[in-house]
């Protein structure tokens, strides 16, 4: 992932390629291996600062067993979809079983109709697994 922070998002989302973050499964402990997924869900999550208010900065990615990315996305307030239903659609729409996958956002789903329907359906609806998630949704409505 390029970390340069002064480059412009738009740049820097353009050279991002989902297959260099992925990791073999031996390559990390368990722990490690949901710390470093959650990295990366973070890393997303960055590429939407200045585009998602007044909405969160929300980072997801879809992992298989095998360490193989899936899907990923971010949030931008513009397109409106919300980054695990762009992660999770991503997946299916390569024709993958998310039975065995694990969903990493860096916010808990959304499980409220706003200008999306919840999230918390969708992540249900595609039979992922696990969900990690780095922090609870501080918004009482959440
Ligand atoms: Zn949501």
């Known amino acids: 992932m390029d970390t340069d922070f002064k480059k ?8 991002f390629n989902p297959s260099s973050l992925e990791r073999g499964p031996t390559d990390l402990n368990h722990e490690e291996r949901h710390r470093d997924f959650m990295r990366q869900a973070l890393e997303l999550a960055r590429l939407g600062v200045g585009l998602a208010a007044p909405n969160p900065y929300v980072g ?6 095998n360490g193989k990315i899936l899907g ?19 997946a299916q729409g390569k024709g993958a079983s998310l ?12 499980c409220h109709q706003g200008r999306t329907g919840p999230c918390t359906e ?8 696990r ?12």
């Open 60 to 65: 997801a990615l879809v992992v298989d067993p």
């Open 131 to 142: 969900v990690v998630t780095a922090m609870r949704d501080p918004k009482p409505q959440a």
């Open 72 to 90: 990923s996305g971010f949030h931008t307030y513009e397109r409106i979809k919300h980054a695990k239903v762009i992660a999770l659609e991503q």
């Open 8 to 15: 412009p998002l738009a740049e820097t989302w353009k050279s």
């Open 99 to 110: 039975k065995e996958a694990t969903l990493y956002l860096n916010l808990e789903p959304c």
């Open 122 to 129: 969708a992540i249900t609806a595609s039979g992922v697994k």
